[in-house]
């Protein structure tokens, strides 16, 4: 979700990217027959949708439930990387990613920055990239990152209709360990429920609110809740949701503000977002 402040970096979001990137192990020898089928299906599912949204657009807000504070936000994607995220209120900030290079403008200071990202290799600029855009781009639309291999469990939600899997894994960082759960809707793989077990504690992120079309052949999250510790902490609606809109490559590039500078800043592996 937007912060109402500076994005802030997300290290749980950050672990699966890493360990996705760098290879997880994949034993196809180790798995049943019928989590190979499920897995199967799951990933099938997943591709398909990816192949049917090449692209979109959305807006929206997040409301946080302690303070009643809002952020609105703007976010666009078109495959297959390129990204505009855009806080508007209350402090407005673009973040926006062409497919080589990552730039922000400020605009309480009238800067456009332009963020090296050669000094970092692919897979830790994949998840400076994931830390950034997270915020603004909620799961549901493309596909998650999910591994493969052995620690990877995909099972039929017991009690609960037949047509919803769950996808489940526990990977580790270091000495920390990380559990990680998707709930999807076969066979377009809507996603319903998305759980985060880290060391910091458990987040929850539920569905609420869904916009369907025939015409897609899948549902989008229109509405969501994210629950921490089984709290509700905040509420996120969209105001806008357009699937496979024309964008041009050139929505993705970022122009220096009037009356503004221009900067280059080279991000290096010991750096992280929050502290650019």
């Known amino acids: 979700m937007p912060d109402s402040g500076a994005m802030r970096c997300s290290r749980t979001a950050a672990v699966l990217v890493l360990v996705v990137a760098a290879g997880c192990p994949c034993t196809r020898s180790a798995e049943l027959p019928a989590k190979t089928s499920l897995l199967s299906q799951l990933r099938s599912g997943l591709a398909e949708r990816e192949r049917k949204l090449e692209s979109y657009r959305l807006e929206g807000a997040t409301t946080d439930v302690a303070s009643g504070q809002q952020a609105r936000f703007r976010f666009a994607f078109r495959a297959p990387g390129q990204m505009r995220g855009e806080l508007l209120a209350p402090t407005p900030h673009v973040f926006a990613f062409d497919g080589h290079q990552l730039a922000e403008v400020a605009a309480d200071t009238g800067t456009l920055t332009q963020w090296d990202l050669t000094g970092l290799d692919r897979?830790?600029?994949?998840?400076?990239?994931?830390?950034?855009?997270?915020?603004?781009?909620?799961?549901?639309?493309?596909?998650?990152?999910?591994?493969?291999?052995?620690?990877?469990?995909?099972?039929?939600?017991?009690?609960?209709?037949?047509?919803?899997?769950?996808?489940?894994?526990?990977?580790?960082?270091?000495?920390?360990?990380?559990?990680?759960?998707?709930?999807?809707?076969?066979?377009?793989?809507?996603?319903?429920?998305?759980?985060?077990?880290?060391?910091?504690?458990?987040?929850?992120?539920?569905?609420?609110?869904?916009?369907?079309?025939?015409?897609?052949?899948?549902?989008?999250?229109?509405?969501?809740?994210?629950?921490?510790?089984?709290?509700?902490?905040?509420?996120?609606?969209?105001?806008?949701?357009?699937?496979?809109?024309?964008?041009?490559?050139?929505?993705?590039?970022?122009?220096?503000?009037?009356?503004?500078?221009?900067?280059?800043?080279?991000?290096?592996?010991?750096?992280?977002?929050?502290?650019?």
């Not at 995909?154 to 270091?174: E, F, K, N």
């Not at 809507?190 to 549902?219: H, M, N, Q, Y």
Request: charged content about 25%.
């Open 123 to 276: 897979h830790r600029a994949d998840a400076v990239l994931h830390e950034i855009f997270a915020p603004f781009a909620p799961e549901g639309f493309r596909a998650p990152l999910i591994p493969a291999g052995p620690q990877v469990q995909v099972t039929a939600i017991d009690g609960g209709d037949p047509s919803v899997l769950r996808v489940s894994a526990d990977l580790a960082d270091g000495a920390e360990a990380y559990h990680f759960e998707y709930d999807f809707r076969a066979p377009a793989m809507d996603l319903l429920r998305e759980l985060t077990r880290a060391p910091s504690g458990e987040r929850i992120i539920e569905v609420v609110k869904e916009r369907c079309d025939a015409a897609w052949g899948f549902c989008l999250p229109a509405a969501w809740v994210e629950k921490v510790g089984g709290q509700e902490i905040s509420r996120t609606v969209l105001s806008t949701i357009e699937a496979n809109p024309a964008l041009a490559p050139s929505d993705f590039v970022l122009a220096v503000p009037d009356g503004g500078h221009a900067e280059t800043r080279r991000m290096l592996a010991a750096d992280d977002a929050g502290g650019r």
